[in-house]
């Protein structure tokens, strides 16, 4: 069974930045999309960014471009997510999730549905 166990998040003022990072364990993910997925208070769960593993194609969210990078490091089966330029509005819980197939299209990986696996969750809290 696939495990994602993220770490990484904490308190933050408004400009700086963290970096989250999600452990993968289970399976083998040379043909997955691992994503990052964030839900803000009062918010409905939205995409922030993905990649592809083999590859490393990248995906982000508009919200982001420019100020979050995500990559991965085969070797320790571990992806992240570079938070720059915080804003209050990026705080959120963000998950780290993953599909062990990279899909019909990329369009599809903004989708919550898209993926089949979840980590716990980690808090990011940006203060102005």
């Known amino acids: 069974q696939v495990q994602l166990v993220e770490s990484g998040g904490g308190s933050v003022q408004a400009w700086g930045s963290l970096m989250l990072s999600c452990a993968a364990s289970g399976r083998a993910f040379s043909s997955s999309v691992m994503g990052w997925l964030r839900r803000g208070p009062g918010k409905e769960r939205e995409f922030v960014a993905a990649i592809r593993w083999s590859g490393g194609n990248t995906y982000y969210a508009d919200s982001v471009k420019g100020r979050f990078t995500i990559s991965r490091d085969n070797a320790k089966n571990t992806v992240y997510l570079q938070m720059n330029s915080l804003k209050p509005e990026d705080t959120a819980v963000y998950y780290c999730?993953?599909?062990?197939?990279?899909?019909?299209?990329?369009?599809?990986?903004?989708?919550?549905?898209?993926?089949?696996?979840w980590g716990q969750g980690t808090q990011v809290i940006v203060s102005s």
């Open positions: 999730a993953a599909v062990l197939t990279i899909g019909p299209s990329s369009a599809y990986y903004h989708r919550e549905s898209f993926y089949d696996y």
